[in-house]
């Protein structure tokens, strides 16, 4: 076997553990989120940098339109890494739910003493059957998924003080809507 052929098997094996090894610590970081307390640490930071990050971090494919609209100088006093962590979750649904491309839209605005995230996506939507138990333990609609996400995501809003709500069509998308407390750093 040529030597180029074992060193691609090779970097292709280490992808797939690197891939397992990540929705491995994915699945247990949202069993510890959904089953010990959790103590906000607060401070404020950058939003939109913060979601900068987060959609640097996220593999997507090429024929996807994100959008931020966000006031690059709206600083928020919060945990940084549960907005991180409810983001993120949000954010991989919604491209999870876009196969074959689309458009996620990530906005926020102030609203009375609350802040509000939004996450749009134009992907598959929710079924009707499933939007009661949306928010519920163990519930997927995904062949690889363990249903603790969206579980743990409404936890951790609630920790936060905050609500979280959804409006879905099928076949036309979802937009999920945090409302958070408003403290400005």
Partial sequence: MPESKTKKEVAESLDD??????YINKIVADLQDFSRSINPEYSDFNLKELIETILQ??????NLDVSVKID???????????????????????????PTGGRLSISS????????????DTGVGIPEDIKPKLFSP??????KGQGL????????????????SF??????GTKFVIMLPLQLG
């Fill in 17 to 22: 553990i690197e891939t397992n090894i990540n």
């Fill in 57 to 62: 971090s996220i593999s997507r494919q090429n």
């Fill in 72 to 98: 690059p100088s709206f600083t928020i006093i919060s945990d940084r890494s549960i907005i991180r962590r409810i983001l993120t979750n949000l954010t991989v649904n919604a491209i999870q739910a876009m």
């Fill in 109 to 120: 605005f102030k609203e009375g003493g609350n802040i509000a995230i939004l996450v749009e």
């Fill in 138 to 143: 163990m519930m997927t609609t995904k062949a």
């Fill in 149 to 164: 996400g969206l579980a743990v995501v409404k936890r951790l809003v609630e920790t936060l003080n905050g609500t979280i």
């Fill in 167 to 172: 409006e879905s069509q099928e076949g036309k």
